[in-house]
């Protein structure tokens, strides 16, 4: 199947579209961020679990971005905690708990990560959700997604997705 | 409101293909563009109301990410739409991609087949396989007459992601 790939980040919109602030007619852009999309299937472990391999980072986060949704299809239930991460560099840099920290996937179906899935992370580290790569060095540079399982267990299996805006690159204001 | 039209799939990012191991570098950071079709179900009969087809098409080797309904006029009470495509049977023994509750106004996001076996169907949202699919949809209701529930079908998907592992 054919591709359309751009460097991005994607806006659609148009510069001079017509509007009104308070009574006063102007002109400006009512340009938006497409919303993209990463996948990769996982599976239970007792160790990272996603990559396996520096050669095997299929989910990496352009810099700059914010992370708009983190859900994982599960097909098959889990008994262990799932956390998830981000790395940089190569792969040897990471924060296992960077994004999610715990999240439970007992039921089958379609598991979003929520607030009570964040409220228990490092200080700090929710604002990678607003800017990916404001928490460690090197500020402004791309994002490897990890999974990580403290232990083992039942085999566990599903679908890990993260929503993201390119490059929408917000300044931390908590 | 002209339109940009691409076969697709959009994808975006600074690097397309992985040369190394080093992030920033050479590591491929191209994401997908997610898609979005909508469609407006109506309830049209308390209980088992014939199959209607939606105008949503899914592309062949499509990740659904999320279905949800924006109802505006409720179903009442245990009104369900059953979201099919043409290869999913009806009756007793019928299978869907989702089931949607549409009991009460509100948006709703389908979240789990809790209580309900369809688990062949969820790995359909995982690949939704090699040909296009077409959506349907039944309506199960207990809603006393006029039966006048209306609600915004939303389906979200990744075309072509080809998850196949």
């Given at each position: 199947m054919s591709r359309s790939t751009f460097s991005g980040p994607v806006q659609v919109g148009i510069d001079d579209a017509p509007f009104s602030e308070n009574t006063v007619a102007k002109i400006?852009?009512?340009?938006?961020?497409?919303?993209?999309?990463?996948?990769?299937p996982i599976t239970q472990s007792g160790t990272i679990r996603y990559p396996t391999s520096a050669?095997?980072?299929t989910m990496v986060i352009p810099a700059l971005s914010t992370i708009t949704r983190i859900s994982v299809l599960v097909t098959t239930a889990w008994d262990q905690v799932l956390d998830?991460?981000?790395a940089w560099g190569e792969l040897g840099d990471r924060d296992t708990n960077d994004l999610v920290n715990d999240l439970v996937l007992t039921t089958l179906g379609v598991v979003v990560v929520g607030p009570g899935d964040t409220d228990n992370l490092a200080t700090d580290d929710i604002n990678n959700w607003m800017n990916n790569s404001s928490t460690n060095s090197p500020y402004g540079g791309d994002r490897c997604i990890t999974a990580f399982t403290a232990s083992g267990g039942s085999a566990g299996v599903g679908v890990l997705t993260v929503e993201y805006s390119q490059a929408v690159d917000l300044e931390a204001i908590a | 409101m002209p339109t940009t039209t691409f076969s697709g799939p959009v994808k975006a990012g600074g690097i397309s293909t992985s040369t190394g191991t080093t992030l920033s570098e050479n590591v491929a950071n191209?994401?997908?563009?997610?898609?979005?079709?909508?469609?407006?179900?109506?309830?049209?009969?308390?209980t088992r109301a014939a199959r209607t087809y939606t105008d949503i098409v899914i592309p062949a080797n499509s990740q659904?990410?999320?279905?949800?309904?924006?109802?505006?006029?409720?179903?009442?009470?245990d009104g369900y739409a059953y979201i099919k495509d043409s290869t999913m049977s009806g009756g007793t023994s019928d299978t869907s991609l989702a089931v949607m509750n549409c009991s009460s106004l509100g948006l709703t996001d389908f979240v789990n087949y809790a209580g309900i076996v369809y688990e062949a169907q969820f790995l359909l949202w995982k690949d939704t396989g090699a040909s296009d699919r077409h959506l349907d949809y039944e309506v199960r209701a207990a809603s006393a007459t006029p039966d006048t529930g209306r609600a915004t079908l939303i389906v979200e998907y990744v075309q072509n992601n080809n998850l196949t592992e």
């Open positions: 400006g852009p009512n340009r938006g961020f497409a919303k993209m999309v990463q996948s990769a050669t095997d980072m998830i991460g981000q | 191209q994401g997908f563009g997610k898609m979005v079709q909508v469609y407006e179900l109506e309830e049209t009969a308390a659904i990410t999320r279905m949800a309904v924006l109802v505006t006029s409720a179903f009442g009470t």
